[in-house]
Protein backbone atom coordinates (compact mmCIF):
# COMPACT_ATOMS: atom_id res chain seq x y z
CA UNK A 1 0.00 0.00 0.00
CA UNK A 2 1.12 3.41 -0.96
CA UNK A 3 1.03 6.14 2.11
CA UNK A 4 -0.21 8.75 -1.03
CA UNK A 5 -2.78 6.76 -2.31
CA UNK A 6 -4.48 6.13 0.99
CA UNK A 7 -4.33 9.66 1.87
CA UNK A 8 -6.32 10.36 -1.19
CA UNK A 9 -8.51 8.09 -0.32
CA UNK A 10 -9.14 9.02 3.24
CA UNK A 11 -9.31 12.41 2.35
CA UNK A 12 -12.12 11.64 -0.72
CA UNK A 13 -13.76 9.53 1.48
CA UNK A 14 -14.26 12.49 3.98
CA UNK A 15 -15.23 14.72 0.65
CA UNK A 16 -12.23 17.15 1.55
CA UNK A 17 -10.52 19.13 -1.32
CA UNK A 18 -6.35 19.57 -1.27
CA UNK A 19 -7.21 22.97 -0.84
CA UNK A 20 -9.01 22.05 2.88
CA UNK A 21 -6.35 19.93 3.85
CA UNK A 22 -4.21 22.86 3.26
CA UNK A 23 -5.97 24.93 5.50
CA UNK A 24 -6.17 22.47 8.14
CA UNK A 25 -2.31 21.67 8.59
CA UNK A 26 -0.48 24.63 7.28
CA UNK A 27 0.82 22.51 4.46
CA UNK A 28 0.79 23.72 1.09
CA UNK A 29 -1.72 22.18 -1.65
CA UNK A 30 1.17 21.76 -3.74
CA UNK A 31 3.06 19.41 -1.14
CA UNK A 32 -0.20 17.57 -0.68
CA UNK A 33 -0.25 16.54 -4.01
CA UNK A 34 3.18 15.20 -4.32
CA UNK A 35 2.96 13.28 -1.17
CA UNK A 36 -0.52 11.61 -2.49
CA UNK A 37 0.94 11.32 -6.30
CA UNK A 38 3.97 9.64 -4.48
CA UNK A 39 6.39 12.12 -5.13
CA UNK A 40 7.20 12.33 -1.90
CA UNK A 41 7.22 10.92 1.40
CA UNK A 42 5.97 12.50 4.23
CA UNK A 43 7.77 12.35 7.85
CA UNK A 44 6.09 11.15 10.85
CA UNK A 45 5.12 14.71 11.92
CA UNK A 46 3.34 15.42 8.77
CA UNK A 47 1.73 12.39 8.91
CA UNK A 48 0.30 13.10 12.29
CA UNK A 49 -0.81 16.93 10.98
CA UNK A 50 -2.86 14.65 8.39
CA UNK A 51 -4.22 12.43 10.51
CA UNK A 52 -5.31 15.28 12.48
CA UNK A 53 -6.81 17.43 9.51
CA UNK A 54 -8.86 13.98 8.29
CA UNK A 55 -9.88 13.44 11.68
CA UNK A 56 -8.61 10.04 12.04
CA UNK A 57 -6.19 8.13 14.77
CA UNK A 58 -2.65 7.75 13.23
CA UNK A 59 -2.69 3.98 12.43
CA UNK A 60 -5.58 4.47 10.31
CA UNK A 61 -3.17 6.05 7.61
CA UNK A 62 -1.40 2.48 7.44
CA UNK A 63 -4.92 0.35 8.12
CA UNK A 64 -7.07 -0.37 5.52
CA UNK A 65 -9.17 -3.18 7.17
CA UNK A 66 -12.89 -2.80 7.49
CA UNK A 67 -13.32 -3.49 11.08
CA UNK A 68 -11.38 -1.32 14.24
CA UNK A 69 -8.20 -2.82 14.84
CA UNK A 70 -7.95 -5.15 17.95
CA UNK A 71 -5.24 -4.01 19.95
CA UNK A 72 -3.19 -6.60 21.80
CA UNK A 73 -3.89 -6.86 25.90
CA UNK A 74 -0.79 -4.66 26.61
CA UNK A 75 -1.71 -5.92 30.54
CA UNK A 76 -0.01 -8.99 29.97
CA UNK A 77 3.18 -7.92 29.39
CA UNK A 78 5.85 -8.07 32.13
CA UNK A 79 6.76 -4.23 33.54
CA UNK A 80 10.44 -3.24 33.68
CA UNK A 81 9.94 -3.89 37.54
CA UNK A 82 9.30 -7.00 36.82
CA UNK A 83 12.45 -8.08 34.15
CA UNK A 84 15.00 -6.28 36.39
CA UNK A 85 17.51 -8.68 37.82
CA UNK A 86 16.95 -9.52 41.19
CA UNK A 87 12.87 -8.83 41.23
CA UNK A 88 12.24 -12.67 41.75
CA UNK A 89 12.91 -16.06 42.36
CA UNK A 90 16.51 -17.22 42.77
CA UNK A 91 18.14 -14.07 41.83
CA UNK A 92 15.89 -12.43 44.14
CA UNK A 93 17.21 -14.49 47.25
CA UNK A 94 20.81 -14.21 46.08
CA UNK A 95 20.59 -10.14 45.86
CA UNK A 96 18.76 -9.99 49.17
CA UNK A 97 21.87 -12.39 51.00
CA UNK A 98 24.33 -9.97 49.07
CA UNK A 99 22.74 -6.94 50.52
CA UNK A 100 22.78 -8.30 53.76
CA UNK A 101 26.62 -8.90 53.64
CA UNK A 102 27.52 -6.12 52.35
CA UNK A 103 25.63 -4.21 54.86
CA UNK A 104 28.11 -5.74 57.56
CA UNK A 105 31.17 -5.03 55.83
CA UNK A 106 32.81 -1.31 56.58
CA UNK A 107 33.59 0.90 54.54
CA UNK A 108 37.11 0.46 52.74
CA UNK A 109 35.90 -2.97 52.11
CA UNK A 110 33.25 -2.04 49.73
CA UNK A 111 34.84 0.26 47.98
CA UNK A 112 37.48 -2.10 47.66
CA UNK A 113 34.86 -4.93 46.61
CA UNK A 114 33.02 -2.75 44.10
CA UNK A 115 36.58 -1.72 42.08
CA UNK A 116 37.53 -5.37 41.36
CA UNK A 117 34.05 -5.68 40.06
CA UNK A 118 34.52 -3.03 37.90
CA UNK A 119 37.42 -4.46 36.58
CA UNK A 120 36.33 -7.67 36.07
CA UNK A 121 33.29 -5.59 34.18
CA UNK A 122 35.37 -3.78 31.81
CA UNK A 123 37.48 -7.21 31.20
CA UNK A 124 34.68 -8.62 30.09
CA UNK A 125 33.19 -5.86 28.13
CA UNK A 126 37.11 -5.76 26.18
CA UNK A 127 36.92 -9.24 25.66
CA UNK A 128 33.49 -8.87 23.76
CA UNK A 129 34.70 -6.08 21.85
CA UNK A 130 37.54 -8.49 20.35
CA UNK A 131 35.51 -11.25 19.75
CA UNK A 132 33.39 -9.18 17.54
Do not use: W
Not at 67 to 93: M, V
Amino acid sequence: MLIGDRLRDLREGKNLSQGDIEKRTGLLRCYISRVENGHTVPAIETLEKLARALEIPMYQLFYDGDEPLKLPNLAKRKTSDEIAFGSSGRQATYLHKLRKCLSKTDESDRKLLLAMAQKVANGRSRRAGAEA
